[in-house]
Nanobody
């Protein structure tokens, strides 16, 4: 059974940092590209970042480029998102999801047809 569990969110002041984690099970994590998505209240889910199976190819949305860093530990089946210089507009529920392939496709930021979304982890940035 595919399962992802996000953690590490919290309340932080603008300019602060947080590190999110996503622990995965039930699929071949080390063969899967992994992505982070977020959803703010009243808005659709948007792609934040994607990382290929090896961790050597990264992609970011323009809104987080230069502030967020995605990484993974395939020995622990865990995905990370280091968030720095946080802004109030980063406030959202953050989710992770595996890709269909081992690499990030050009459509990585589109919300995937993923049946096993986790509960997410809430990030709230105060101004």
């Amino acid at each position: 059974q595919v399962q992802v569990v996000e953690s590490g969110g919290g309340l932080v002041q603008a300019g602060g940092s947080l590190r999110l984690s996503c622990t995965a099970s039930g699929f071949s994590f080390d063969r899967s590209a992994m992505s982070w998505f977020r959803q703010a209240p009243g808005k659709g889910r948007e792609g934040v970042s994607c990382l290929n199976w090896s961790g050597k190819e990264t992609y970011y949305s323009d809104s987080v480029k230069g502030r967020f860093t995605i990484s993974r530990d395939n020995t622990k089946d865990t995905l990370y998102l280091q968030m720095s210089s946080l802004k109030p507009e980063d406030t959202a529920m953050y989710y992770c999801a595996p890709g269909t392939y081992s690499v990030c496709l050009s459509t990585w930021s589109d919300t995937p047809d993923f049946a096993d979304w986790g509960q997410g982890t809430q990030v709230t940035v105060s101004s």
